[in-house]
């Protein structure tokens, strides 16, 4: 079974751009979430999706969007995008009443901004 | 405002001894704590998780313990190896698991 897919892995942006990444879920996972790790921060939430359907998001700001598709896919946006973006971006995906067993998470998309 | 904190960054063991990580949150209406590892490059996998009406679930050499009542959680892994030295993160989240908060990190070294 496919594990989850984000690309790109690594994306060097200069200071101003916007950019977008995409993660691909196991199949069958309904339930996606996207989480910022950066050093000394841990893993921060950024926002969870269901069927389309935004159901919870993190304290970040307005420049940092995200949606899902039908097949589950999910992508985030950054816009305006500032040095203290850079990080790792991880997606994550899981059944939905699995809390138990956590998410599966993605390798990441490292984001460097210059 | 950290909600799940891991206070100490680093923990060497030597080979066969036991490690012991440890958390502490803030928000008792946590229902769920999960450990995570995590290698350099990759992203973080599931380990263990316990329930808030538990106090202890082990999963081979993998324990997890949890203090209700001092908001604490501990991760014991017995016998250490070399190949569980990576970053360890707790987690923890309500009934839902829409959100999950996450410590730190924690970054274990097994000395053989």
């Known amino acids: 079974k496919a594990g989850v897919t984000q690309t790109p892995r690594y994306l060097i942006k200069t200071r101003g751009q916007q950019v977008t990444l995409s993660c691909s879920p196991i199949s069958g996972h309904r339930s996606v979430s996207w989480y910022q790790q950066t050093p000394g921060q841990g893993l921060q939430f950024l926002f969870e999706?269901?069927?389309?359907?935004?159901?919870n998001k993190g304290n970040f700001p307005g420049r940092f969007s995200g949606r899902q598709f039908s097949n589950s896919r999910s992508e985030m946006n950054v816009s305006t995008l500032e040095l203290g973006d850079s990080a790792l971006y991880l997606c994550a995906s899981r059944l939905d009443r699995d809390v138990k067993y956590g998410y599966t998470f993605g390798s990441g998309t490292r984001l460097t901004v210059v | 405002d950290q909600q799940v904190k891991q206070n100490s960054p680093s923990l060497s063991v030597q080979e066969g001894r036991i490690s012991i990580l440890n958390c502490d949150y803030t928000n008792s209406m946590f229902d769920y704590f999960l450990w995570y590892k995590k290698y350099p490059a990759e992203g973080p996998t599931f380990l263990i998780s316990i329930s808030s009406i538990k106090d202890k679930n082990e999963d081979g050499r993998f324990t997890v313990f949890l203090n209700k009542s001092a908001k604490h959680l501990s991760l014991h892994i017995v016998p250490s190896q070399p190949g569980d030295s990576a970053v360890y993160f707790c987690a923890a989240s309500g009934l839902t698991g829409n959100q999950f908060y996450f410590g730190t990190g924690t970054s274990l070294t097994v000395i053989p």
């Open positions: 999706y269901f069927s389309e359907t935004q159901r």
